[in-house]
Every structure is written in structure tokens, then in C-alpha cells.
């Protein structure tokens, strides 16, 4: 038995809390996972976890033994990480979420220089802006715009996105230009909704103009989850759009979208890398962070206004 692997195994259990899922994230075979456990629990003489039917918990010897686990692998890497050549090189796979407007105008461009100077780490990218579960799924981060909802994950604040509202020209043609936001909440407008996944509904835009403030409930034709597919709703005059300018600006540029209500203002929206809490942070995870952070910073600097 390679005791590394089956601690590492072992771990995976506790944290997806069935032993399908742990093989599923760690590309092994459920036969693989279970008999590596079961080979930990006959050299250790004690249950680590209860099997039933529906669901794996956790023993008390188990959780004892978790706690020691989780510890000793995160200073085997830190081990590992404080030789210069590791640390001038990490490696290994990652798995990551990140928005799809994000993946495809900033992340996706930028890999390349990336993987110039970090040529042994592999990217595993989920392009969503669905809720994920890190744990259950084996991801090691997602990079999402909001405030967190889930105060249990470990967060670093990457960034702000200014925000715009924008529509397409023909659109205004047809619908008129508003001069005040609450007439878009009128029976001349559309906006496109977006649906956030965790809230399932489209929720209300506040803006404000000096000691005016106002939240637009605007009618849809359409409202999608995904950014990609919001931003398409609007260039083809689907609706009104509320966008992070980063999203904006070519098009802008180009003609394709007007940007309107120029006197007033919408709240930046925080961006954060988070992962899960209680996890060793590698080297290859730290190293992707301070990368987005980067990025952040050219395209989506931290708004210190508020501070």
C-alpha cells in the first residue's frame, strides 16, 4: 500500500463525503479509492469512516486522524515547495472556475505568458457562472464577481468592475433613449435579465446620481446565467444592459453598443478568488492568484474610493 496515496485518498472521502465523487476528482477507479481506505483502516486497526447506502461519514477516530492527515500533507508540500527548483517551478494540475466573459476577454488571452513562466502547471478550466461546489467537486478555486454568499470559503478581493449601462443602437432607435433610469421599469423598454445562480431570480439594478438613488425592475424578453450569453441578448437588441466596462468597450468603440445615464453611478462589483477553507494553499494555487490579481489590477483595479 502506498500509505501517501491512501492518506490522499482518505482525505478526498472525508471532503466529497462519498467515494464516488473522490475517484471522480481524483481519476480513479471507485474500486481503487475503496480498497486504498479499507488498506489504511486494517494497518491503522480502527474505523476511519461508517458506509451506508446514501452517504460516508466520518468516525471520531476518523475525524481525529483527518485533522492530523490534512496537516502532515500540507507540510509534505511544504516540504516539497521550499527546494529552490520546485519553488522556482511548481507543477501539477489545477482545477478552476472562472466566468465565461472573464475566460474569454482576459484569462484565456493572457495564459500564454502564463505558461511561459509556469510551464508545468495544467489547467483543468470551468467556464460558468454557475454556484460550484469546491469540495464535492475537487476544484481548487473559483473566481466570481459578487459579494460571497458563502462565508465558509477563504477569499482574496482581486478586484472591482466598474459597471455601465449600455444598449444597442437600433434598440434605441425603436425604443426611444431614456433620460432616467426608471424609465426602462416603463412599457416602451426591455431590459436583458441575468439570472444569478444563487439568488434564481433577476434581481433589481440600484443606481444613484447625487442624494438620488433608484432600483430598476425592468420587463425581459430574455434572461440567461451566463455573461457570455447576456452580452449577445444585448447586441442583438434584446434589451438594456448592465455591464462591467471591460465587457463594454469595444463594442463601444465600434459602434455596437451606446452607453447611457453617463451622470449616474452603480456600485463596482467586487471580484474574489475563492477557495475552499481549511485547505493547504500550494504553490501553483498561490501562484495562480497573484496572477489574477495582476490582471485585475490592469483591467479591474481595486476601487480604494470606498475605503
Not at 48 to 70: F, H, I, P, Q, S
Not at 187 to 204: E, L, M, N, Q, S
Amino acid at each position: 500500500m502506498d500509505r501517501f496515496s491512501a492518506m490522499q485518498v482518505f482525505v478526498r472521502v472525508v471532503e466529497t463525503g462519498s467515494f464516488t465523487k473522490a475517484a471522480e476528482t481524483l481519476h480513479m477507479s471507485k474500486t481503487s479509492v475503496t480498497q486504498l481506505v479499507q488498506q489504511l483502516e486494517a494497518r491503522l486497526r480502527v474505523r476511519l469512516l461508517n458506509r451506508t447506502t446514501r452517504k460516508v461519514n466520518v468516525t471520531a477516530d476518523g475525524a481525529v486522524y483527518y485533522e492530523r492527515v490534512v496537516k502532515l500533507l500540507a507540510d509534505m508540500d511544504d516540504a516539497e515547495t521550499s527546494l529552490s527548483t520546485a519553488s522556482a517551478s511548481p507543477r501539477g494540475r489545477l482545477r478552476v472556475d472562472v466566468p465565461s466573459p472573464l475566460a474569454r476577454m482576459i484569462l484565456v488571452p493572457a495564459l500564454p505568458a502564463f505558461h511561459a513562466q509556469y510551464p508545468d502547471i495544467q489547467f483543468d478550466m470551468g467556464v460558468s457562472d454557475r454556484m460550484v461546489d469546491l469540495i464535492g467537486e475537487g476544484v481548487d478555486c473559483v473566481v466570481r464577481g459578487g459579494e460571497l454568499t458563502d462565508l465558509s470559503l477563504m477569499a482574496r478581493h482581486v478586484g472591482d468592475l466598474q459597471l455601465g449601462v449600455y444598449a444597442e443602437p437600433s434598440y434605441l432607435e425603436s425604443a426611444g433613449s431614456p433620460s432616467h433610469p426608471q424609465e426602462l421599469a416603463g412599457p416602451d423598454h426591455y431590459i436583458v435579465g441575468f439570472t444569478w445562480a444563487r439568488a434564481g431570480k433577476v434581481p433589481p439594478y440600484a443606481m444613484h446620481r447625487g442624494g438620488e438613488s433608484v432600483k430598476v425592475h425592468g420587463r425581459y424578453v430574455i434572461a440567461v446565467d451566463d455573461g457570455n450569453a447576456y452580452l449577445a441578448a444585448g447586441l442583438a437588441g434584446l434589451g438594456v444592459l448592465w455591464l462591467p466596462d471591460y465587457m463594454a468597450k469595444e463594442h463601444v468603440a465600434r459602434g455596437e453598443l451606446v452607453r447611457l445615464f453617463d451622470d449616474w453611478r452603480l456600485d463596482p462589483m467586487p471580484m474574489y478568488v475563492a477557495f475552499p477553507p481549511n485547505r493547504h494553499v500550494s504553490t501553483k494555487l498561490r501562484v495562480f492568484i497573484d496572477w489574477v490579481a495582476d490582471l485585475m489590477a490592469q483591467h479591474a483595479p481595486i476601487d480604494r474610493r470606498g475605503a
